[in-house]
């Protein structure tokens, strides 16, 4: 008898990955949205998730430490697309990094730092321009892509 990683599985488990994996083929063969070009479904992605600028602003917690919350101007109708499917995910998860600026304010500048290390390297290396802002300024005043505020926040804690 050959043993494969399925029979060794709980029973329970087996059950929910093949219902997963249905699933997957049913919203693959009867979603209208899916069972379009990919390149079609890419424009209205992108349409969809471009917004010009997102912006966020972080606040100390009440103690006073960087614990941060986000506040942000993604329009609420286009988040959830990032849930409605692990397809749909897959195709546009990395799509708010490549096509929109970020703005970052906070009172701290370790609010920045703190942001993009929650960040994967593929999101790191499509945000292309991301800018600090103090709340007390109206513009923005350092503007690097994103990997390029790592290598600042390294070169100034080399300095200092």
């Known amino acids: 008898m050959r043993c494969t990683s399925a029979s060794i599985l ?66 609420p109708s286009s988040a959830p697309l990032l849930f409605v499917c692990r397809q749909i995910h897959a195709e546009v998860s990395l799509l708010p990094y490549r096509l929109n600026k970020f703005i970052v304010a906070g009172k701290y500048l370790s609010a920045m730092r703190d942001f993009l290390k929650r960040r994967t390297r593929e999101q790191l290396a499509l945000m292309r321009d991301v800018r600090w802002r103090w709340p007390t300024q109206g513009s923005p005043v350092r503007m690097f892509f994103g990997e390029g505020w790592l290598k600042w926040f390294e070169d100034q804690e080399e300095q200092g």
Do not use: C, M, V, Y
């Open 10 to 75: 709980p029973p329970e488990t087996k059950s929910l990955d093949l219902t997963s994996r249905n699933r997957s083929l049913r919203n693959a063969t009867t979603s209208p949205l899916l069972r379009l070009p990919a390149e079609l479904r890419n424009e209205i992605f992108a349409l969809a998730l471009r917004h010009g600028t997102i912006s966020l602003t972080f606040s100390p917690s009440a103690r006073d430490q960087t614990i941060l919350q986000d506040r942000h101007n993604i329009p």
